[in-house]
Every structure is written in structure tokens, then in C-alpha cells.
């Protein structure tokens, strides 16, 4: 039996019947008794990004999506969960972008979903795909801002929060976990969110840099990461480099605490084929054929994972593809004039169509 | 390469009004899309001092290229503050923030919006799309919100398939008695023209009409009963040839929102 109480509408509509899928995303006394067992001593944590995913991902694990969907987010990692077929994974965060692709792998069955897509460069179809054929379910539908506070929440260490956001949406018609309710300190009518704090078992965090203890030091927009660390039963640093402590002791800015990780892996490219602030820009030509081409049929998809994902080794064989040196000195003038570091430059480039394939990456 | 010297299409004159909807001194919420060329089409005309904030943490960046998402580095390039995506929505409930604009796939005659799914049931979506992202937050939260999208008898609907947005939920006090922060969408800009809605029922008028549209020819566009302001309707302000110029120079020179898709 579950100790929790969850929006009954919200279950009815969802047709979950066996509560307990939901139980270790709010599952506070779980998460404590995590970080309580964690091993506190600052040791030396470094590990290879292949021991990292095998020791830390579990099946059946509630997993976040960090950085912004293809900003720092750690897009070799989840290459990796792929390639070592995990299974039944759920989902959380703000955005929630990139377990479309897991799920379409057979990795993740659930999705606490806020939103998936590529902006400008549009819908993702596969998602929509994968939704009517009944490969993934729907657990929670919620706002950006109401991830954010859920994990928030359980970083500050309460219990949860309460929200103005969401209210009157049909989302809360589909979020087990949200409870409209009068608030406290008023006597006329004010009807409020309450948003438990959210607790996902694994969080892997791509970072600028970090040292071996896994103090993570990031750059550039945190978005939910510092909570979602904070949080999260298990945590992954992966960083572009591994510092001696004293660096990390001398910068200022946003930093994960060591006593957070788990795992630190050396991961230089870790968030190819994203953005990394300050290493280096996006390959826009590799999303656009994402979206454009792979997400378009399964088989579409099929071919572009096999040779992006299953058919390289690691993350120095994908900047290979996307053009080695050449392909990083681009991209690094990029990323830095977009950031007002370099002199400006010329940011058009040939766009990937589905009529025009620039064979091109950057 | 864009012909500068052809007429304005329906994408460049919804970008001019769009902009007319931002003034001087403002703090300004931008979602991703036609939001962003109105914004940085302000910035460069009539409203130089406006600051512009987004959800992923950038706050008041220096202008440079169009940003490609609300996280990438034009929305936080040189920014004095980058914060976490829960203290960046917290500033429009908060009262810091003047104004948002949104993008929708579907709107009702009360501003509210959707960008969930066509088709009414969240398990077997005829088309699932987006979700919320940072949509419902702000339309929940911001003092004012703009509304802007293509206008299809498809896209203005008399009720949306999901509300993943509380405009005016059902009219009268209806999104205040919700518990929603804010006066909720002020204005939905369209290649159409403009519209408000009405005070007491809160439902969607006609406020001005692009040239060559009337009311009955944009009604048929329209899903649901529109309503008539009193009088003439006037004609929306039309892009003017410098301004026209700059948008296809400076603000979208690869025409990337206000470039007519083709077939």
C-alpha cells in the first residue's frame, strides 16, 4: 500500500492503477537514508564514463535531463545509458527533451513530462510517435516552473511548495502529485498549487570543470542543476576538466558540493552534440537532421542512432564525425563570440533541410 | 538571399506589431520564437532601454544574433545575473516583470492556450506536441501577456483540446477566482490584425485589422464568435519601408521566423 495520497482525478485519468511507479520521485525518507549512506569522505571519485552509468544507473531508475535540453547537458551520457540497454528508466525535468531518444531506445517506458521539442528548430515527432504507440507513459504533466519548485523544494529541505503557477490548467488534471488547496494564511478564497518536493534517484550533471573529489564548478546557465543535485539519490559529475581543488577553491561562481557525487567522470565533449559554455557551440546541422530527418519514421531513426549513437565508441569518435579539429576550432569561435568573447562573427551557416544535406557539422 | 525590396509578408507585418505591443523601459519576458524578433526589433527601434529576461536564468544579455533557445548564449551573453529557472519565473509572480509573450498552437476566445496535443485525450493524441515548457508559468504569472500565432479557423478555436495556459479561463473574474496572478493576455497579435478582450466578458475583439482584411473575412478565420469594437475598425499599423528594412538587415537577416514557408 502506498503512504502517499495522490490526485485521484489524476490518476483515474492517467489509468495508473499501481501507485508504487510514483512513490520514489516524493520519497523523502528514501532519499535521506541516500544521502545519509552516500560515503562523506572526500576520496578520490574519478571513473571511467562506462563504470560510471553501470554503477550508478539502475534500471527502473527515476533519471533528470540537466543543463537546458542541448545547453551543458550531458548528451554523451545518455549515448552511453543506450548503449548499455537500461531499462525502464523514468524521466524528469525542465525541459525534458532528450527521453524522447531514450525511450525510443527502449531505456525509459515512463515520463514525468514538462516539455519536449527543439524550440525553433520544432516538434519532435518521435515523441508523439512513441506516445500513441503506447511505448512510454505519461506518469505527471507539469510546467517548467512547476519541475523547478518541485526540485527546488527539495533542496531548500521542505516538504514541498506552494505555487500559483499551473492553476487552472489541465495539467492538473494529469499530475498525481499536485493538490490544489485554499491557502492557509488567508481568509477569502485563494486557491494555491502545492508541489511536493521532487526526489529523482539519478542526476548526471555536465560541468565545465570539476576535481576529482567532484566539487562541480559550472559556467553559464545552472537552470535546475544545483537543486536537482541536491536532490537526487545518486549524482554523476561529468566534466569537460578535472582540476586540482585548489583551482576549484579559487573560482567564483556556481559550484556543486563534492559530498553530492557519487561519480566523477573526465569527459571532455561531454555535451557534444550540444552547446558547452565557454568549449563550444552547438552543431546546428546535427539537430536539424535529428529533427528533420531521424525523428521523422522510426526507420528514419533507427538509421540515425545506429550510426550516432550504437556506431561510435565514445564522445572523441563523434567529434570525428562531426569534422575532429576542424569541427572544434569552429565550434569553440562560436560558442565564445556568441558569449561576447571572440570577435564578432558571422553566425549564418548552411542550414540541414530535407532536401539539402550540407554533409557539414558546424 | 531575401529580396529586400519586396512588399512586406503577413510574418514581417505580425513582427511590427508585435513590437508596437513593447514599450520603452520595460522589463520583457521572451519565449522562444516571433517573440524574440519582436523583441529585438523593439530593442532596435522605439525602445532601446528595454531589458529582456528569460527562463533558462539570462537576465538583461546584450544583444547579439537571434537566440536559438531560451538557454543558448545570446540570452545570457554578458549578462550581469544568470539565475536558476525557479527564481527567473519567480520574478513575474513577484511583480519584476511587465510583460510576456507566447506562442500557442491553439487559442480560445478567452486567451487560453494550448501547446500539449490536438485531439482531447492526453493518452491517444491525435498529435501530441511540446507541453508547457515555460508557456503556462508565465501566462500564470506575468502582469501582462501577449499572445501571438497564425490565425486558422484550426488555431482559433471555440474551446482548445488541452489547456496547457489560463488566459481568461471562462471569462468575468474567472482566472482571478482560479488564484492566477496578473491581468492575464491583454493582446493576440495574428497575421489578421489585432484584438483585445472585451472588460467584463473577457472574451476576444477585434481592436484593429492588417490591410485588406475585414471583420467577415476574419471571422471565417476564426473558430469562434468574435466580437465587433464600436464603430470603425481601424487598420493595424503597417511595417514602414526603414523598419522593414532593418528587420530583413539586422534583426532575422536569414529570415528564420518571418520568411513565408513554402509548399
Known sequence: ?362 | MRDLNAPANPLEMLAYVLAQQIHDHKIVYIGTGIPMIAGILAHKTHAPNITMVYESGGQDPLPKDLPWSVGCPFTWRKAPVVMEMAYSFAQCCNGFVDIAFLGFAQVDMYGNVNTHQIGKDLLHPTVRMTGSGGNNDLSSLTEEVVLVGVQTPDKFVKNVDFITSVGHLTGGNSRREAGLVGKGPIAVISQCGEFDFEPVTKRMRVKSLMPGWTFDFTQQFTGFELLKPEGEIPQTPVIPDDILKLLRTEVDPRGVFTTMPTA
Open chain 1, 1 to 362: 500500500m502506498s503512504t502517499y495520497q495522490y490526485n485521484q482525478e489524476a490518476l483515474k485519468n492517467l489509468q495508473i492503477e499501481d501507485t508504487s511507479v510514483l512513490d520514489r520521485l516524493v520519497d523523502f525518507a528514501s532519499a535521506r537514508q541516500a544521502h545519509l549512506r552516500k560515503d562523506h569522505a572526500k576520496v578520490d571519485k574519478r571513473m571511467s564514463l562506462k563504470d560510471a552509468i553501470a554503477t550508478f544507473v539502475a534500471d527502473g531508475d527515476c533519471m533528470t535531463d540537466s543543463g537546458f535540453a542541448y545547453v551543458r547537458t550531458p548528451h554523451q551520457a545518455y549515448w552511453e545509458i543506450m548503449r548499455q540497454g537500461k531499462k525502464n528508466l523514468q524521466c524528469i525535468a525542465a525541459p525534458n527533451t532528450n527521453h524522447s531518444f531514450l525511450i525510443f531506445n527502449n531505456n525509459c517506458t515512463y515520463s514525468h513530462n514538462s516539455y519536449v521539442g527543439v524550440e525553433m528548430r520544432g516538434i519532435d515527432r518521435n515523441y508523439d510517435r512513441m506516445l500513441r504507440a503506447g511505448r512510454v507513459k505519461i506518469l505527471s504533466e507539469w510546467s517548467h516552473g512547476g519541475v523547478a519548485l518541485g526540485l527546488k523544494a527539495a533542496q531548500l529541505g521542505a516538504p514541498g511548495l506552494f505555487s500559483k503557477q499551473m492553476l487552472g490548467s489541465d495539467m492538473l488534471k494529469y499530475n498525481p502529485y499536485t493538490k490544489v488547496m485554499q491557502n492557509p494564511m488567508r481568509d477569502d478564497p485563494d486557491p494555491v498549487v502545492f508541489i511536493p518536493a521532487l526526489y529523482p534517484d539519478v542526476s548526471i550533471i555536465h560541468c565545465q570543470v570539476a576535481d576529482k573529489y567532484g566539487n562541480g564548478w559550472i559556467y553559464g546557465p545552472s537552470v535546475n542543476d544545483v537543486a536537482t543535485a541536491a536532490a537526487a539519490r545518486k549524482l554523476i559529475i561529468t566534466a569537460e576538466e578535472i582540476v586540482p581543488e585548489s583551482e576549484i577553491r579559487s573560482r567564483q561562481g556556481t559550484v556543486i558540493p563534492f559530498f553530492y557525487s557519487d561519480a566523477v567522470v573526465e569527459l571532455p565533449f561531454g555535451a557534444v552534440p550540444g552547446n558547452m559554455p565557454g568549449y563550444y557551440y552547438w552543431s546546428r546541422q546535427w539537430w536539424e537532421k535529428l529533427i528533420r530527418f531521424g525523428c521523422a519514421s522510426d526507420e528514419n531513426l533507427k538509421v540515425f542512432f545506429d550510426e550516432w549513437v550504437h556506431g561510435v565508441k565514445d564522445q572523441f569518435e563523434f567529434v570525428d564525425k562531426l569534422g575532429g579539429a576542424r569541427w572544434i576550432a569552429e565550434a569553440r569561435i562560436q560558442t565564445k563570440a556568441a558569449e561576447g568573447d571572440h570577435e564578432d562573427i558571422d553566425f549564418s551557416y548552411d542550414e540541414f533541410t530535407k532536401t539539402h544535406d550540407p554533409g557539414r557539422y558546424y
